[in-house]
């Protein structure tokens, strides 16, 4: 009974460690500046930036959604094993 205490344990170390890491994922946007184009480059740029920090925003929520769910199972496991 004292491993599966011992991996309870583990995994919530792990899912701690995974949601603090996310917490601190930043994404600090960059301002680059370029000359006017008449070609349209920077409104392509800044909608890719834009779409690149908003894919990077939702992947953290997910993450971060994830290790809620896994720790409210591990929670259950632990009730029911006590």
């Given at each position: 009974?004292?491993?599966?205490?011992?991996?309870?344990?583990?995994?919530?170390?792990?899912?701690?460690?995974?949601?603090?890491?996310?917490?601190?994922?930043?994404?600090?946007?960059?301002?680059?500046?370029f000359?006017?184009?008449?070609?349209?480059?920077?409104?392509?740029?800044?909608?890719?930036?834009?779409?690149?920090?908003?894919?990077?925003?939702?992947?953290?929520?997910?993450?971060?959604?994830?290790?809620?769910?896994?720790?409210?199972?591990?929670?259950?496991?632990?009730?029911?094993?006590?």
């Amino acid at each position: 009974m004292s491993d599966t205490k011992t991996n309870y344990v583990k995994a919530q170390s792990l899912l701690k460690q995974l949601k603090q890491q996310t917490e601190n994922l930043t994404t600090p946007k960059s301002n680059p500046e370029f000359p006017t184009s008449k070609l349209n480059f920077l409104d392509k740029i800044t909608s890719i930036e834009q779409s690149y920090y908003q894919a990077i925003e939702h992947h953290k929520y997910s993450l971060l959604s994830i290790e809620k769910q896994e720790s409210q199972k591990l929670r259950r496991l632990i009730d029911e094993d006590i």
